[in-house]
């Protein structure tokens, strides 16, 4: 929906709400947003984390042969059919496994 929205526009997306892992943060950049906002990562872990994502975001790189975050943008977009109750199967099945504590930490 967002896609087809902003596709010939000069505006950009920015991921927000749980970009707070290397790996969050790139499933953002994955699909199609430009910036990452980390205000919760920042306000409850300080700003160490952002050297420690930082790290965490050159390493992910680093290992896929990336060179630069625009490398990453949308990539992942191909591949999806933007199936709305996909999405929301997704966000619920996150959601539950975040109030279990069973969510991924990288």
Request: with cysteine.
């Amino acid at each position: 929906m967002i896609r087809d929205e902003f596709r010939d526009s000069n505006l950009d997306v920015s991921g927000s709400g749980g970009g707070d892992t290397p790996l969050r943060a790139a499933n953002f950049l994955c699909c199609g947003a430009r910036t990452v906002q980390i205000y919760t990562l920042v306000h409850k872990h300080g700003y160490d984390a952002v050297r420690e994502l930082s790290d965490g975001m050159l390493a992910y790189m680093e290992e896929r042969g990336i060179e630069t975050v625009d490398q990453m943008v949308g990539t992942s977009l191909s591949s999806f059919d933007g199936d709305y109750e996909e999405i929301l199967g997704w966000n619920q099945a996150h959601e539950a496994a975040r109030r279990a504590g069973t969510l991924p930490t990288s």
